[in-house]
């Protein structure tokens, strides 16, 4: 039977959980998501923990923060000064919206808090400093 190696096309069923259970993806009642393996698309554990499954194994996947979506970092929370914000702007806590960087590139940020003269924004990946647990299944080899 085949096995999954580096190069290889392949599509997974699969569900993303954090260590609580909750469950953050999951492509259940939908296509199989299609990947490249080691082509760097998708987080390194993942694309590193398909290597030598065969169609139709399933199999846990944990991947730590690190590995993951990195850690929560403090560098990446700021203040946005509502002087500099458009007039009626007024965001709720834990709205997300879409910013621009100075070099042009669109991030999204999450209100964290707000003052009278500031909202608070932390612009790290909603997923960062969380442990992932990913349960996949092979369902097809070079598509």
Same mark, same amino acid.
């Given at each position: =039977?085949?096995?999954?190696?580096?190069?290889?096309?392949?599509?997974? +069923?699969?569900?993303?959980? #954090? /260590?609580?259970?909750? &469950?953050?993806?999951?492509?259940?009642?939908?296509?199989?998501?299609?990947?490249?393996?080691?082509?760097?698309?998708?987080?390194? !554990? #993942?694309? %590193? @923990?398909?290597? @030598?499954?065969?169609?139709?194994? %399933?199999?846990?996947?944990?991947?730590?923060?690190? %590995? @993951?979506?990195?850690? +929560?970092?403090? /560098?990446?929370? $700021?203040?946005?000064?509502?002087?500099?914000?458009?007039?009626? $702007?007024?965001? /709720?806590? !834990?709205?997300? #919206?879409? =910013?621009?960087?100075?070099?042009? =590139?669109?991030?999204? &940020?999450? &209100?964290?808090?707000?003052?009278?003269?500031?909202?608070? =924004?932390?612009?790290? +990946?909603? #997923?960062?400093?969380?442990? *992932?647990?990913?349960?996949?299944? *092979? %369902?097809?080899? @070079?598509?």
């Amino acid at each position: =039977m085949a096995r999954v190696k580096a190069g290889d096309t392949i599509n997974i +069923h699969y569900t993303g959980k #954090l /260590e609580d259970g909750t &469950v953050f993806d999951s492509s259940e009642g939908g296509a199989p998501l299609e990947f490249k393996v080691g082509g760097g698309e998708f987080l390194k !554990g #993942l694309e %590193e @923990g398909v290597i @030598g499954m065969g169609v139709g194994d %399933e199999k846990t996947i944990r991947i730590p923060a690190e %590995e @993951g979506y990195g850690i +929560h970092t403090k /560098e990446k929370v $700021f203040e946005f000064g509502r002087d500099k914000a458009p007039e009626n $702007f007024n965001p /709720e806590i !834990g709205q997300e #919206l879409q =910013m621009y960087r100075a070099d042009g =590139m669109p991030i999204t &940020v999450k &209100v964290i808090g707000k003052t009278e003269k500031a909202f608070t =924004m932390d612009c790290n +990946h909603p #997923l960062a400093g969380k442990n *992932l647990v990913f349960d996949i299944k *092979l %369902e097809e080899i @070079g598509v």
